[in-house]
């Protein structure tokens, strides 16, 4: 699809998106280049993204998320007078943020950690890469979707260079609250400079208050650029790109890339995704996210400097 006359209204972070041409639009589909390695290159410095849908095995996506509903359901977040692979939510269910289960999950780490995903992104850097041992695993139900951000300041301590792959274990149509992407948002860095390089984990050790903060696991800067996704969009230009996702597509962008996502509009419905990152092996990582059990942002992860 390449115009945006077919897409609905879209709502971000409670938010109704303005949807004039200028405003909104579809995301690329590069599979067309999806064995051009140069050319991938050079959309994702364009772009700072890369959406090929159709690309990963969806059988595969589709395995991975009955592995994951069936721990949802464990967990108590789904209603059981539905089948597992619906997602349905119980009242009040809201966000779900559970890392833990991705640990062990055979489905899900052969999915993002070995195969075609791994193959790619060797390929697109051109050497042996290295993934977070992290994942991100969200089940997002109905309400206030994700407000705009870049990845760095969540995981800058080692290559500015690594990329994030978004993951989607199902089909998203535009209710559900699939991604956004703001237009070359990436090359915006008059806009982001002040932002995008500061740590969420690092805080004031000569300010008690920050301090404190740290000492709780709690955070002094929280990464978000913003709460209002259409007063962004004026202030940088461009667009809010999306897609109506499906199982088996492939997004992937860079850390300067500024995005978001919609809200969960349906009534009970969950949005299963994650986040994995990857980068060069030959490059620093971030301590934060990698080992048996990566500190992350708890209190072992925060770094405290002199203001």
Known sequence: MSTTTALPQLYSYGHELEMSDDKVGWL?????????????RRRVAEDG???????????EVLGARASLTSRLAAAGVLDPASPEMDGICKPGAGYVFKPELTQGNEAVQKLL?????????????????RHYDFTWLRAIGPGKGTNPHCDLPYMGRGTHRHMTCWMTYGDIPFDLGGLLILEKSHLRTDLLENYVYRD???????????????KTGKWTFTGTLSHNPPQ??????GRWLTSDFHAGDFLTFGMFLVHASLDNRTENRLRISSDSRYQRASEPI???WVGVNPPGHT??????RIC
């Open 28 to 40: 690329r589909d590069s599979i067309d280049a999806a064995d051009d390695v140069e050319e991938l």
């Open 49 to 59: 993204y890369l959406y090929m849908k159709g690309f990963l095995n969806r059988e």
């Open 113 to 129: 950690y070995s195969g075609q995903l791994v193959d790619f992104y060797a390929k697109f850097f051109g050497e042996p890469v």
């Open 200 to 214: 969420v984990d690092a805080f004031c050790e000569n300010k008690p208050q920050d301090a404190e903060k740290a």
């Open 232 to 237: 962004l969009r004026n202030k940088f230009g």
């Open 286 to 288: 971030d301590e934060r």
């Open 299 to 304: 209190t072992a992860g925060k770094r405290g």
